[in-house]
């Protein structure tokens, strides 16, 4: 599961490679892929989710962007990638977003309590799914594990 900050730390020092800037782009960013794995509960078992982390130039005075590469059927997660993570958030309404105090760490612990923590959809990005989730909870199970046998293995 921390395989993508550790490996965020190690590209901190190669900087240069994955970075790309211009004359008329001052922000630099490093991009990185990697994958998460979801190991011993919920849904999401035994799935492996590729995430890109793009951290900028005023990384941590802003967070990073992360997206799922990996197709998903996910109450937070759209099937294009976009994350509902509070903590990804600049400005949190609810004072749990971004903070300079804040690691890629942290991001990572983020991202896996959405595959093992299925509990508050009180404000879903996928409208869909949370609302399927709700109304039948093993169907909701089938399509996840249809989409973990097609996206996620």
């Known amino acids: 599961m921390l395989t993508l900050a550790s490996k965020l730390k190690r590209e901190d020092g ?36 590729q995430f890109e982390t793009e951290v900028p130039d005023a990384y941590n005075m802003v967070p990073p962007k992360v997206k799922c590469l990996t197709r998903i059927w996910h109450p937070n997660i759209t099937e294009t990638g976009e994350i509902c993570l509070s903590l990804l958030r600049e400005h949190s309404i609810d004072g749990t977003g971004w903070a300079p105090t804040r690691t890629l760490k942290d991001v990572v612990w983020g991202l896996n309590s959405l ?13 869909e799914a949370a609302e399927h989730h709700l109304r039948d909870k093993e169907d909701f199970r089938n399509k996840v594990e249809d989409y973990m046998k097609r996206y996620a293995r």
Not at 23 to 30: K, M, P, Q
Request: hydrophobic share 30%; no cysteine; charged share 30%.
């Open 14 to 49: 190669l900087k240069g490679s994955r970075t790309s800037a211009t004359a008329s782009d001052s922000t630099r960013r490093v991009s990185v892929r990697d994958r998460l794995l979801v190991k011993d509960e919920g849904y999401y078992q035994g799935g492996k989710f």
């Open 115 to 127: 595959f093992t923590d299925l509990l508050n959809f009180d404000d879903p990005l996928n409208i």
